[in-house]
């Protein structure tokens, strides 16, 4: 009921794995909001009645409100009806759902398909009409078993293929086939767990991206889990009322994305973030802090990479926070309104210049009279360093324990294989679970001496799914949702991801790890530009022997060589395109481009068979 709601909201903190930040400085993660509301704008809500909160549109200037009046679609629909408020919609459409005096295909479009996005509810109205996705907020990407078996059970209503749980490029979690009349009992139980789903999706601060190998790390620069949690709670908990959702960020222009790197090893991939923190000491003094990268980000129109911002902040959650802070005012306050595809951090950038964003920064922090000062760039650590895997064992410092990174096809978890992960983790690693961008789980402080027991688990072995020691080739995949769920998707990724990099491990061997990407879409979710080999849906044609002619058929353009880690490097632009999707045509490619490119040796001498298929399907493109 709403009235169980408001006394949930009230009593539960945001974090995952720490209590709610305190702090005796004032500001948003104080006990006021530090942007004033802005009551300049007589026909703007202030209030919203229903949650007694302030509307996110309160906190943006007059002159951002006129330019979110005339600017996209979305924009206006943020004026008329507030997002921030839009978790009270899902629990009254809920009743009336159960009641029997409403259905889903009744409730306002704009709800469906745009404000339910604030609570993490995203319509699958094209793939599964009626059902969502719903992402959740998992700072550093630290889960529990308990947790864990909740999404299984969440999701068991709507079936072994429906329901599903993913593992994203964020290091978060997204729940498949959520219908509305379910959704006020996951929220329940989500915040009972100390999680939220609440501002995880559209115009909102994403999921805080950090170390996944954060406190048991014997190449650690920062322990990113403070970090994470207090930037967490920066942007979806209120100061004022301790609740979920802070509406101070619950209009900004665009998503926002925040990555924080531990080490050397850059897991985070700070280089695809609106802000990326890459530590390293001050040249001076010896304090750690992070340099500071911005701008980013991956859509269908443009590919970015990060830029040095020229700037340094200490590592202290102060410091970190108050910077954070005053980029999202700025973006909040003079991002672009009008072309969705020009609103992300780096067109603003940009239009300032980096030397006067900077300063514009500098100016802002030094606002907050918090005693952060923010210093010139530091030189980053020289000599060469090779960045480390996280799946298989490894010694952690804590003397007698060890990390067993597992690896999960695609992301995709199954609800059988959440409640054995589950179990895996209670039993080993104190019921905690860790999520890598590359969409695999970690299990922590593993005994030394149980580490072999671990091994022979029934569900890390045979014809299991999950494994600890995959092929360099199956355990590297990464996948988007693709087709089976999403609308855009031009492709099926998922499934094919995990099947293709099968085959390709039974045809070649390679010495490396061969980190290969699927995205269905120029949208580029599954990242496809970072991988060694990317693979993104795109148009293609195939000859069809019963008319003798081609027909448009699922294919894919291929990316190759983008970087990781210290040398991040994006493979902006395609190296194949027109590749027709099935089997026999894409797998002779992607063995021809591991053999040329990344030194693989075929296996039983099919090489000449290979390039002659290659050529085939390159002279038909």
Not at 119 to 145: D, E, S
Request: include cysteine.
């Amino acid at each position: 009921s709403l009235k169980h709601l408001v006394l949930l909201l009230a009593t539960s903190p945001l974090c995952n794995s720490f209590a709610p930040t305190q702090t005796k400085t004032t500001g948003s993660f104080g006990t006021s909001y530090s942007t004033r509301l802005y009551s300049d704008v007589a026909e703007i809500k202030k209030v919203d009645e229903r949650t007694g909160k302030p509307t996110g549109t309160s906190f943006l200037p007059a002159e951002t409100i006129e330019r979110a009046k005339k600017g996209n679609p979305i924009e206006k629909t943020k004026i008329q009806k507030d997002g921030t408020s839009a978790f009270r919609d899902i629990y009254e459409y809920a009743a009336a759902i159960r009641a029997g005096e409403t259905s889903w295909e009744e409730i306002e479009k704009a709800d469906m398909d745009s404000r339910f996005k604030f609570v993490g509810l995203l319509h699958r109205g094209k793939r599964t009409p009626g059902q969502f996705m719903m992402r959740l907020k998992v700072p550093n990407g630290i889960i529990n078993a308990d947790q864990l078996r909740f999404y299984s059970k969440s999701v068991e209503p709507y079936g072994e293929e429906g329901g599903v749980i993913d593992i994203t490029t964020r290091q978060n979690i997204q729940l498949r086939g959520v219908k509305v009349e379910d959704a006020p009992d996951i929220i329940d139980g989500l915040h009972a767990r100390n999680q939220t789903s609440i501002q995880s999706a559209l115009d909102s601060v994403r999921n805080m991206v950090g170390n996944p190998l954060a406190g048991i790390d014997e190449n650690e620069l920062v322990d990113t889990r403070e970090i994470c949690n207090a930037l967490n709670d920066l942007v979806s908990l209120d100061p004022v009322t301790n609740t979920r959702g802070n509406p101070m960020w619950g209009n900004l222009p665009r998503k926002f994305n925040i990555a924080i790197s531990g080490s050397r090893d850059d897991y985070a991939h700070t280089h695809i973030n609106d802000i990326g923190l890459q530590p390293v000491p001050h040249a001076e003094t010896g304090e750690m802090g992070f340099n500071v990268v911005l701008g980013g980000y991956m859509s269908i129109k443009r590919v970015a990479e990060s830029i040095d911002s020229g700037m340094w902040v200490p590592a202290d959650r102060n410091s970190v926070v108050t910077l954070c802070e005053a980029i999202l005012r700025i973006f909040r306050d003079e991002g672009n309104r009008k072309d969705r595809q020009k609103a992300r951090l780096m067109w603003l950038v940009e239009e300032y210049g980096v030397e006067d964003f900077k300063k514009e920064v500098m100016k802002e922090v030094d606002s907050y009279d918090r005693g952060v000062k923010i210093d010139q760039a530091q030189p980053y650590h020289t000599g060469e360093y090779t960045r480390r895997e996280l799946l298989g064992v490894h010694t952690q410092p804590q003397e007698g324990k060890s990390r067993v990174g597992i690896h999960v096809p695609a992301g995709r978890l199954h609800q059988k294989e959440c409640y054995e992960i589950a179990d895996l983790a209670d039993k080993y690693s104190e019921g905690e679970i860790r999520l890598t961008v590359e969409q695999n789980i970690i299990l922590p402080n593993v005994d030394d001496s149980k580490v072999k027991e671990l091994l022979k688990e029934p569900c890390l072995n045979g014809d299991s799914r999950l494994a600890v020691n995959p092929g360099m080739i199956e355990g590297n995949v990464v996948s988007c949702t693709g087709a089976q769920f999403c609308g855009l998707a031009m492709i099926e990724t998922k499934n094919n991801a995990e099947s293709i990099a099968q085959k390709l491990e039974s045809k070649v061997t390679v010495d490396r790890p061969i980190r290969i990407h699927w995205t269905g879409c120029p949208n580029s979710c599954g990242q496809a530009q970072v991988a060694d080999i990317g693979i993104m849906g795109g148009p293609a044609k195939k000859l069809d022997p019963e008319t003798g002619k081609n027909k448009a058929v699922p294919g894919c353009k291929i990316f190759v060589g983008g970087k990781i880690g210290e040398e991040g490097h994006l493979a902006l632009e395609p190296s194949y395109t027109g590749i027709p999707l099935a089997e026999e045509d894409l797998v002779p490619v992607l063995v021809d481009i591991l053999v040329k490119d990344f030194g693989a040796k075929e296996k039983k001498g099919l090489r000449k068979k290979v390039i002659g298929k290659v050529k085939s399907i390159l002279k038909k493109d």
